[in-house]
């Protein structure tokens, strides 16, 4: 199988940004704990960061061009405005899974409440670290228990 990770604004960030709030592991911690988990279950794994919205959708349409299997993608910010990539992966015939390190709904910003994009995704994880990340790529490999 092969899986691209899609990580939205600020993402490059982790560990120095609100370390409260998302921890303080590094995005590369993040990176290789994926990668490590790919290898262990004998996926592929690409994954890619950008804080812009039209790289974002040009990174779904590279998912359909380049027939991944899934995506797991984490929006950030984008999750409660951005039409554009709601528009994107509804265009795309590849499973789209949206995640979060943290459950926004639980967070005290209203506006975090609201996830645009949610209706186009085929599943959510949230709220629980890098097991999110994890139990997105097992349920795209329509996986219960891969080892998280």
């Not at 040009?58 to 984490?74: Q, R, S, T």
């Not at 409660?80 to 943290?102: C, F, G, N, Q, S």
């Not at 949610?118 to 599943?123: G, P, W």
């Amino acid at each position: 199988m092969r899986i691209l990770i899609v990580n939205g604004p600020n993402l490059n960030l982790l560990g120095t940004r609100e370390p409260e709030i998302y921890g303080k592991m590094t995005y590369e911690s993040l990176n290789e704990e994926l990668q490590a988990y790919a290898k262990k279950n004998k996926l592929s794994l690409e994954i890619r960061q950008s804080n812009l919205e039209g790289i974002i959708i040009d990174l779904l349409h590279y998912a359909a061009f380049e027939k991944f299997d899934g995506v797991c993608l984490n929006a950030a910010a984008y999750t409660h405005y951005a039409y554009a990539i709601y528009d994107a992966i509804k265009a795309i015939d590849v499973p789209v899974v949206e995640v979060h390190l943290t459950d926004p709904a639980r967070r005290p910003e209203p506006f975090r409440k609201v996830s645009v994009i949610e209706d186009a995704c085929v599943a959510t994880f949230k709220g629980e670290g890098i097991t999110s990340y994890k139990k997105a790529i097992a349920y795209l490999c329509g996986v219960e228990n891969h080892d998280h």
